[in-house]
């Protein structure tokens, strides 16, 4: 068999219909594709004048052996079918020796036109996004042989494409043009890279991310570079953290003048350290801290500053409530804190009540002596500090608060988590942002101020004119004050109160030398017994307090109430260890 291709399988197989005539308009040839259009048997009709087999189309291939001029899409509207043909002429040593007639059917025609006309639109639209993207593009080939770049790309790189494009991008790298490519990492990780360009040329940092495209045999055929400026995006990050550095300044600037304020919230601030304490309350007010811990033994201004971190803050507005741990039983002080739904337990109030936490609601809630909270409230209190949430007494859905928390005590709360007595977990929490207030004997700057402070509220309040000399002042620089500035505050107000005449001095000689007599000093001769008294209460009260552990323990040693007990312990300066 012969399996060689002829010319003649070639003209049947093609897809276009095509007749061959003569010079004179014979029919010659009629390949399938013709046959099948025209439905038309090549047998019947070769060797016919071909304007009497196809009326239509005969007519115009007679025309072109006439003229001599061939025809190219013409348009036949046919009877049975319609045709787009295109005739050419056949020559040989100048003569004409027939004509060629190739065609198709006009819908397969339009159906490709209109295929060629939305390639062309869709076509046109890529590159209108090319050339308008403001962002830089490059394609690259899978070797990186760049084909070609949008303007942009000329822009930000400070280039042209006619440089660039068919060089490979590792010459660009050699040449310095950037100093890394992200083509030659897609290439070589097979994936979208994302990588910052620091361009030579232009002093510009792009943000550039290659994407590969591969072809059906998973070979990376382009990778698509879009590049992003982020030159001016830092100079917008330089800007912003300079505004956040001026923001800051002037937040610092309005504590100072904060600081000048004091007075105005009645509080003393000499000493540095006192002063610092101040500054860093307010910084934290302003951070808007969820929980702050304040420490400092008794009478040092723990309960002051919480309010003045309260009043200092965005929260101002809102309620300061304050509750001292110690003053209630556990389970009273689990109702007061968290509420309780109505029939929560016997003795419950009907309609249920809030909490202190739902109280304080936007404002701040200033939990006093915490050393003294129960193990189990302890958990409870960890948990809605954690959650921001609480749960009333017999309630089963939480309600979600909203405050401040600042926890106060006189306790070393370290020694107390030693102990097992204080949860370490809550004292971490506490403890993130902690003020220590030092005693006031560590801050003798303050005594004279605090001094000035009182009496002058004093001779105020009580329409006196008392006042102190030299040696009443050094008489109160001297003196321990173990009850730190509340003592200070009861003894002006004592003196002022008590006192004969104007000056202060004797007074306090009399009430204040017992208290050296008792760190070494000789006693004076006036108001013995009470002198007496107090030194007897307060070694009984020390006495009881090394056989308890609390507040509470020791108000039911000595038959007294738990406040009273808590008062006469700050009167002597006396805490638990
Ligand atoms: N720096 C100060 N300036 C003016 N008054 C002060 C100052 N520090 C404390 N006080 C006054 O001293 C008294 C005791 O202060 P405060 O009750 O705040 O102390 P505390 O440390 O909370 O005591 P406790 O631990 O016993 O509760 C208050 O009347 C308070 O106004």
Redesign the pocket.
């Given at each position: 068999m012969d399996n060689h291709i002829t010319f003649e399988d070639i003209v049947h197989a093609t897809s276009n219909g095509i007749l061959v005539t003569d010079a004179r308009g014979m029919l010659l040839h009629l390949n399938r594709e013709a046959e099948k259009i025209l439905e038309l048997q090549a047998g019947q009709h070769l060797g016919r004048f071909i304007s009497d087999v196809l009326p239509l189309t005969g007519p115009q291939v007679m025309e072109c052996l006439q003229t001599g001029r061939p025809k190219l899409g013409h348009q036949i509207i046919g009877k049975k079918v319609d045709l787009v043909l295109s005739i050419t002429l056949i020559r040989k040593n100048g003569d004409l020796l027939g004509a060629v007639c190739t065609f198709q059917e006009l819908g397969a025609f339009e159906n490709m036109a209109k295929k060629l006309r939305s390639y062309k639109r869709l076509n046109r639209q890529l590159e209108t996004i090319f050339k308008a993207s403001s962002d830089g593009i490059w394609v690259c080939d899978g070797r990186g042989t760049v084909i070609s770049i949008n303007e942009a790309s000329e822009r930000l790189n400070g280039i042209r494409a006619r440089e660039v494009v068919g060089r490979n991008v590792s010459q660009l790298v050699a040449d310095g043009l950037f100093d890394r490519s992200v083509t030659l990492e897609v290439l070589k990780n097979r994936g979208q890279v994302s990588l910052m360009q620091y361009v030579q040329r232009t002093g510009r940092y792009l943000l550039a991310t290659g994407t590969p495209a591969f072809d059906d045999d998973g070979r990376i055929h382009l990778v698509v570079v879009n590049e992003r400026d982020m030159t001016d995006l830092n100079a917008m990050r330089r800007e912003l953290e300079q505004s956040h550095m001026a923001v800051r300044k002037m937040k610092d600037e309005l504590v100072e003048l904060s600081m000048l304020e004091l007075k105005r919230h009645?509080?003393?601030?000499e000493s540095p350290s006192?002063q610092q304490i101040l500054r860093a309350a307010l910084k934290l007010a302003r951070l808007e801290a969820s929980n702050i811990l304040?420490l400092?033994?008794?009478?040092?201004?723990?309960?002051?500053?919480?309010?003045f971190i309260h009043q200092s803050s965005d929260r101002a507005r809102h309620p300061f409530i304050q509750i001292?741990c110690a003053a209630l039983p556990e389970h009273l002080l689990e109702a007061e804190l968290f509420g309780y739904e109505r029939g929560a337990f016997t003795g419950a109030r009907e309609q249920g009540k809030a909490g202190l936490f739902e109280l304080a609601h936007g404002g701040t809630l200033f939990l006093?002596?915490v050393g003294d909270l129960p193990l189990p409230l302890q958990a409870k209190l960890l948990k809605c500090l954690d959650d921001h949430e609480i749960l009333r007494l017999g309630a089963t859905r939480p309600k979600t608060i909203d405050c401040l928390v600042i926890a106060?005590?006189?306790q070393d709360l370290e020694e107390q988590v030693r102990r097992r007595r204080f949860r370490q977990d809550l004292f971490y929490r506490l403890n993130t942002f902690s003020l220590k207030?030092p005693p006031l004997r560590e801050r003798r700057d303050?005594i004279l101020e605090?001094a000035r402070?009182?009496l002058s509220r004093y001779n105020e309040q009580y329409d006196m004119n008392k006042r102190l000399s030299g040696s009443g002042l050094q008489l109160l620089l001297r003196h321990p004050f173990a009850g730190?500035?509340?003592e200070?505050?009861n003894i002006l107000k004592r003196a002022v109160v008590m006192a004969e005449g104007e000056v202060l001095d004797d007074f306090l000689r009399a009430i204040l030398e017992p208290a050296a007599a008792e760190a070494g000093q000789a006693p004076g001769g006036r108001i013995r017994l009470a002198h007496e008294l107090q030194r007897t209460e307060r070694r009984l009260i020390r006495e009881a307090m090394a056989r308890c552990r609390n507040t509470r323990e020791l108000a039911a040693e000595l038959g007294i109430s738990q406040p009273t007990a808590?008062r006469k312990m700050?009167r002597y300066g006396l805490r638990f260890r």
């Open positions: 009645g509080i003393v601030a006192m304040i400092g033994q008794s009478g040092t201004g723990k309960g002051l500053l919480a309010k001292n006093d002596e106060a005590t006189n207030i303050d605090l402070h009182f730190n500035v509340r200070l505050k808590v700050q």
